[in-house]
Each structure stands twice: as C-alpha cells, then as structure tokens.
C-alpha cells in the first residue's frame, strides 16, 4: 500500500488589485473587463470565464469579510478566515481609505440617511461611483457614531476601535470634529478649499481648543467637542478692542515691521489695522456661540482673507502680520499683568494663525 502525505490548509490569499476593483465599485464583470486588459490570457491558458470565475471568488471573499471590517478588531482573533497580521492591516488601511472630493463634499452635512441619499449627485459631482461613496459615507458615519460620546483623545480613540494608522486617523478625526461641530464648509467662497485645508485646520483646533490640549484642565472630556472653559476665557480678549490698547497695539506692529514689511502692505496695515483687529478678536469671542462658531471659515475668508487677496498681500505678508500681531500684543500692560490672558491668547492664535495661512489662496 502506497503512503500519502496530505496537508489542508484555509489560508486566504487576499488579491489586493480585485480588492482595490471591489473598493471602487467595479462590479465582478466589469473588473473582470479591466483585468483583462493587464494580462494574456494565452500565456497563462485561461479563458474570460475562468478570469471572471477567479474575481467572482474573491469578491465573494471580500463581501464575506467586509462584516468584519464594519468592525476591525474582530479581524484579530475571528476564526473564520486565516490572515496574517500585515494582511489584516492592510485590508483594514485600504477598506477605510476615501477620495479626497468625495468627504470635501460630505464635509458640513449631517451624516444620517437624509445626506446619504444626496450621495448620487456627490458621486456625479466627484466621478466616483456610488457604491464606492456609499462605503466612503458609511465608514464616516460609521466612525463618527463609534468615537462621538467616547472620552479622551479623539485620534485614539478611532486608533483604538478601527485599527488606522496614525495619518488616516487624523483625517477621520478631522472628519468628526468637523461634523460635530457643524462647521459651515459648504458655501461657495469656500470651494477653492480641499479636504486637506479642512483637516489641517481641524487637527489644529484639536490640539489647541479642544479637551485634549495640553492647557486644559480636564483631559478626561470628550475630544469631539471644544474646550468650554477655554471658550469662555476667550471673552477676556475682548480688552483688545478699546481704542486706548488698539492705538498701543498699532503703533507696536508699525515699529516690529517698518524693516520687514513693504512700505504699501505697511501703509494698508496701518489705514486697516483698527477693523483688522476687530475682526480677529470678535471671531475669537464668538466662538463661544454655536453659530459664531460655525462660521468661522466663512467669516475668515469674508472678512480677512478676501480683503488682503483685494489687495495683493502676498502669503508671506499675510504671515509677517499675523505673526507680529500676536506677538506684540503680549507687550501691552493689560498682557504683563495678567498671565492668565497669555495663557488663552497664545492658544487661540496658535490655532488662528495657522489655519489663515492655510486657507489663504496658493
């Protein structure tokens, strides 16, 4: 009698270029069509049946572990489907990956079945397809639904219950934050912004306003939301406004840029810089207020960057100022005699500053 050695095995080998089809809403007959044109199929003796047979399986696959992929960690210890650790990563990396235009465009709506039903015309609008919108949409929702009411630090949080990456973590953090706070980002002054202006500022606002900076006193809070103490501390800059400390104020930026500034950028900081300052220390006040704050990217583009843009302030002149305002408003006496008035004024314009210069026109 003849001895036979057999070995079973149910490792799944993941195709990551059908899963990368699957992703983007190509159908099996459709990826099938696309593959096709990457490989012949003579060399390798295969028909367009077996080809399409082959994706069919995989996207059998792909439909069997996306349950899991609603809810990453259980990829770690189910049973179901052998993977290793670099694979698991990388289905739970590619499955949470979005396009760029598609969540610019989800940005400022409320993430409910109302706005998903909006996702035909976002899928328009973008040229990706709904299917892949739809799964974009969800994992956002999906997301946000998961880390709202959750304490502690929001990017992990979503590292803890989605597995992402730090980067991709940040981006859906942004993504929450933004959508917690209903930031308005959908006005058409605003279309020249990309998702990464957006999430830059956000991660800003993050780590600077909201419960997980590192001035606040209760870092337990929810990160979702901004700091409601720092919020009503931001009325003390108030002070600013009054002609004595404007007219101080003023006369401190002139000396600080007579040698860096152009003489015309200088001359229409000094015509401008009472309603200037007005405005950058109002949106800080209003921030305490839901629909003051809502419209902070409306109000800084309307009511700074559109002026300096009139004017052809450059990014660098744009930077030379809000960089010297913060700094010399610290000279004033109502500053050096009260530290407390420092602390809040550092923190709003080290998240101020940045996000101006990011949405200042390239």
């Known amino acids: 009698m003849n001895e036979v050695e057999v070995f079973v095995g149910n490792c799944c080998a993941i195709n990551f270029d059908n899963f990368d089809l699957w992703l983007k809403g190509y159908s099996a007959s459709e990826a099938t ?3 096709q044109k990457k490989i012949n199929l ?12 082959d994706i069919v399986d995989h996207y059998r696959l792909f439909v069997g572990l996306e349950e899991m992929l609603k809810t990453p960690p259980r990829l770690g210890y189910q049973t179901v489907y052998q993977l ?5 990563s990388l289905l739970i990396q590619k499955y949470y990956s979005f396009d760029a235009p598609v969540i610019r465009e989800i940005f400022g709506r409320k993430l409910n079945s109302r706005s998903r039903k909006d996702l035909d015309d976002i899928s328009e ?37 989605f597995c992402l990456k730090e980067s991709l973590a940040k981006d859906y953090a942004a993504i929450v934050f ?8 959908g006005k058409k002054k605003l279309n020249y912004m990309t998702f990464a202006d957006f999430a830059a500022c956000a991660n800003h606002m993050i780590s600077n306003w909201s419960y997980s900076s590192e001035d606040c006193q209760d870092h337990e809070d929810m990160d979702v939301d901004m700091d409601r103490d720092f919020l009503l501390d931001l009325r003390e800059v108030k002070v600013l406004t009054e ?12 000396r600080a840029l007579q040698q860096s500034m152009n003489e015309k950028v200088l001359t229409e900081m000094d015509s401008n810089f009472r309603s200037v300052s007005k405005i950058i220390i109002t949106i800080a006040y209003g921030l305490n207020h839901s629909k003051e704050s809502r419209d902070i990217f409306i109000d800084i583009y309307e009511k700074l960057i559109e002026p300096w843009v009139q004017m052809l302030w450059s ?16 000279q004033l006496d109502v500053f050096r005699s009260s530290p407390k008035l420092v602390k809040v004024w550092e923190r709003y314009m080290q998240t101020f500053c940045p996000c101006v210069l990011q949405m200042y026109p390239r």
């Not at 390798?44 to 399409?52: A, K, N, P, V, W």
């Not at 002609?243 to 002139?254: A, F, Q, S, T």
């Open 243 to 254: 002609r004595d400390y404007v007219e101080e104020h003023k006369g401190l930026m002139l």
């Open 42 to 53: 003579k060399t390798y003796g295969i028909t367009m049946e077996d080809l399409h047979s």
């Open 33 to 35: 069509m696309l593959e």
């Open 84 to 88: 290793d650790g670099d694979t698991t």
């Open 178 to 185: 933004i959508s917690n706070n209903r930031f308005e980002t």
């Open 315 to 330: 990014k660098s002149d744009v930077q030379l100022f809000l960089s010297s305002f913060k700094d010399t408003a610290q």
């Open 125 to 161: 609008e973008t040229g990706v397809s709904v299917r892949s919108c739809r799964r974009q949409f969800d994992n956002a929702k999906r997301v946000f639904k998961t880390v709202e009411e959750l304490r502690g630090r929001l990017v992990d949080n979503i590292q803890l219950h």
